[in-house]
């Protein structure tokens, strides 16, 4: 079986974000979604940013603990949601290709699509 992934891209008018720390997230996910930001040249500021990340992510508990789904949602000053991703194992994680792989091999190709290579004509 395959992983479940859904995308909706970070609208073009955001150039800023703020990445809100989740603290029972036990991965490096921020500073996933932060590099992946600035490399596609968003600005990553603590403070007055067009639009605040919110992120989770939860883990299957098993030898090597791998990623069973996660979610980043993308916030504009009026709370209104301009980008989302999310990513789901299968329910029987053995049929997935994604098991073995790192949680940065999982997520960085799915936040390359939340986050979209910014024009730089723009």
Not at 14 to 41: L, R, W
Not at 110 to 117: C, G, K, Q, T, V
Request: negative net charge; aromatic residues 12%; contains cysteine.
């Amino acid at each position: 079986m395959e992983h479940t992934v859904e995308v909706e891209p970070t609208e073009q008018q955001i150039q800023s974000v703020c990445v809100k720390n989740n603290p029972k997230v036990k991965i490096p996910f921020d500073a996933y979604i932060k590099d992946v930001a600035k490399k596609n040249g968003y600005e990553v500021v603590n403070k007055n940013c067009d639009a605040e990340v919110e992120y989770i992510a939860l883990r299957y508990f098993d030898f090597h603990a791998p990623l069973a789904n996660a979610t980043v949602t993308v916030l504009d000053k009026d709370n209104d949601q301009v980008g989302y991703m999310f990513y789901q194992q299968p329910r029987n994680m053995w049929t997935s290709d994604d098991y073995f792989k790192s949680n940065e091999e999982i997520l960085v190709p799915i936040l390359e699509s939340l986050f979209p290579e910014k024009n730089s004509n723009l």
